[in-house]
Nanobody, 128 residues
Framework: QVQLVESGGGSVQTGGSLQLTCVAS?????????MGWFRQAPGKEPEGVAA???????RYYDSIKGRFSISRDNAKDIWYLQMSSLKPEDTAMYYC?????????????????????RGQGTQVTVSS
């Protein structure tokens, strides 16, 4: 069992930055897992944002490339999503999710939203 807790959301203006944090507890297969962030805006389907595997390989999806960065504190089971140059369309509830055994090479953005473990989410609001 894995528990995930997100924090760091808030309200910023266009162009601002936020860093989201995901703290995990429980059993994680250290070199064979993927951790991802996905978001869901009101009235829209959830969409994967970024992912990182146990070896530190990363993937970013579409509109956030170059603006968001996913990372991990290797000494702890803590992941980060650094978000910069935020836009109003980034407004959403952001969730971290984890899947033991997943590989990042063929991971598409939709798969992140189906990861077995997920947190409760943290709200990000970007105003124009």
């Amino acid at each position: 069992q894995v528990q995930l807790v997100e924090s760091g959301g808030g309200s910023v203006q266009t162009g601002g930055s936020l860093q989201l944090t995901c703290v995990a507890s429980g059993y994680i297969v250290q070199h064979r897992h993927c951790m991802g962030w996905f978001r869901q805006a009101p009235g829209k389907e959830p969409e994967g944002v970024a992912a990182i595997d146990g070896e530190g390989k990363t993937r970013y999806y579409d509109s956030i490339k170059g603006r968001f960065s996913i990372s991990r504190d290797n000494a702890k089971d803590i992941w980060y999503l650094q978000m910069s140059s935020l836009k109003p369309e980034d407004t959403a509830m952001y969730y971290c999710a984890l899947e033991n055994g997943a590989t990042i090479e063929s991971l598409d953005r939709a798969a992140i939203t189906d990861f077995y473990y997920r947190g409760q989410g943290t709200q990000v609001t970007v105003s124009s």
